[in-house]
C-alpha cells in the first residue's frame, strides 16, 4: 500500500466515525491522524480530503444523487458514502489523475464495503469519469 493510500485509508475511518459519532471531538480526529500516519505530510494530505469532503459535503452528495440510479445518498452503506465523497472530492479539487482516484476509490470500496461495494464505486466513479466531470466541468445531469 502506498503511502497516500494509506493517508486515504486513514481518512475513510475518520470520515465515518465522524458520520456514526458526530460528537467526535477535533483533537481526537487529530490524533487519530497522527497516531495512524506518523509522517506530517500524510497528516496534511489526510485532513485536506476530510477537510475538503466537510466544505462540499453539499455539492458532492449532488454528483452522488445525480449519478446514483436507483440510491439516493441516504440510502448507500456509511462506508460507500465516504468513499465516494472523497473519491468526488479527490476528482474536482486536486489534481490527483481521475484513473488513479478510481482505482483508490475500489480498492477501499474492497477493504471496507461489502462484496458489491467495489463495482458500485466503479459503476459511479466510472460514469463521472466518462462524461469528464473533473475540476473544471460542471455538474451535468445524467440523461
Not at 51 to 70: F, K, M, Q, Y
Not at 131 to 143: E, I, K, L, Q, S
Request: proline letters at 5%; charged letters at 30%; aromatic letters at 4%.
Amino acid at each position: 500500500m502506498t503511502r497516500r493510500s494509506r493517508a486515504r485509508e486513514v481518512a475513510l475511518q475518520v470520515l465515518y466515525q465522524v458520520e456514526v459519532n458526530p460528537g467526535t471531538a477535533p483533537r481526537d480526529r487529530t490524533r487519530f491522524l497522527k497516531g495512524r500516519l506518523r509522517s506530517g505530510a500524510l497528516v496534511e494530505f489526510a485532513e485536506s480530503l476530510i477537510d475538503g469532503v466537510g466544505r462540499h459535503r453539499e455539492a458532492i452528495d449532488a454528483v452522488l444523487e445525480d449519478r446514483s440510479r436507483n440510491w439516493r445518498v441516504a440510502r448507500m452503506a456509511a462506508t460507500d458514502r465516504a468513499v465516494l465523497r472523497i473519491a468526488v472530492f479527490e476528482m474536482r479539487h486536486t489534481d490527483t489523475p481521475g484513473p488513479v482516484v478510481v482505482d483508490e476509490a475500489i480498492e477501499l470500496a474492497r477493504r471496507y464495503g461489502n462484496e458489491a461495494s467495489p463495482r458500485f464505486v466503479a459503476g459511479i466513479l466510472g460514469g463521472l469519469l466518462a462524461t469528464g466531470c473533473t475540476a473544471a466541468d460542471p455538474v451535468t445531469p445524467v440523461t
